[in-house]
């Protein structure tokens, strides 16, 4: 267990939420592992001829082996990503617990104003199922993410910056 793990509700290449992932990761310092959550859509026929997929299945084992997680989900109609929902249903068929205890921090980037907060509290109530340690702050909400990182993919504004590494230093110590 000594990496961080980071997963990213968007696939889009270039989204700001795998900047943000990334920014996450580069303030925590040390090992990082980008999960992939383009898996197939959970089928339980699928699930019940062909068991766990390996894509899922190595997605498990990464959470498992993590030394903690960083979730960065965009807001879609109030809510999180499918791809997201997805990943957490087809985690929750595999062996094992790997979401139990394990330190996990949410944060958000969206183009409204409210910087993903109602994504923030979907994510939440679709992870309290499965145990883990999430913590409650302080909160990362990258509103108008469209312009809020540079053409290096960092962070521009240092309020986000300072928000950011007050959650990794905090992710550190859980």
Not at 7 to 28: C, D, I, M, Y
Not at 40 to 59: H, N, R
Not at 133 to 138: A, D, E
Request: net charge negative.
């Amino acid at each position: 267990m000594s990496y961080l793990l980071g997963l990213s509700g968007s696939l889009r290449s270039g989204e700001t939420n795998t900047k943000l992932v990334h920014a996450a990761a580069a303030s925590f310092g040390g090992d990082f592992q980008m999960g992939n959550l383009r898996l197939p859509l959970y089928d339980g026929d699928l699930e019940e001829e062909s068991g766990i997929p390996e894509s899922v299945q190595t997605l498990a084992d990464q959470i498992a082996g993590a030394k903690a997680v960083v979730i960065s989900t965009p807001e879609y109609n109030k809510s999180i990503s499918g791809v997201l929902k997805n990943a957490l249903d087809w985690v929750s068929r595999a062996e094992g617990s790997p979401w139990h205890g394990k330190p996990v921090a949410i944060m958000s980037a969206a183009a409204g104003r409210a910087g993903g907060e109602r994504a923030q509290f979907a994510l939440r109530l679709c992870m309290m199922p499965f145990n883990p340690l999430i913590l409650q702050g302080p909160e990362v909400l990258v509103a108008a993410s469209y312009e809020a990182f540079g053409d290096d993919g960092k962070l521009i504004s240092d309020q986000y910056n300072t928000s950011l590494d007050r959650l990794m230093a905090a992710l550190k110590a859980a």
